[in-house]
């Protein structure tokens, strides 16, 4: 993951409603597009247990 720039999910379309993210200074960072002031900063372990957290469907009962 480049340092400088946001790499935007492969599943968002082609408007501005993506999630970003990128790595700095060590952390994880992930913003939404259309918002992009508003950042979420979390260690590489957390960011990997988000993750995993959302592929075995644990939040599912949020959307």
Not at 10 to 39: K, P, Q, W, Y
Request: net charge negative.
């Amino acid at each position: 993951m480049p340092e400088q720039g946001w790499q935007k999910s492969s599943f968002s379309g082609s408007g501005n409603d993506c999630a970003e993210v990128r790595s700095i200074n060590g952390l994880v960072e992930l913003r939404e597009s259309d918002d992009g002031d508003t950042v979420v900063r979390a260690t590489s372990a957390a960011f990997a247990d988000l993750l995993r957290t959302i592929k075995v469907g644990e939040l599912d009962w949020f959307a």
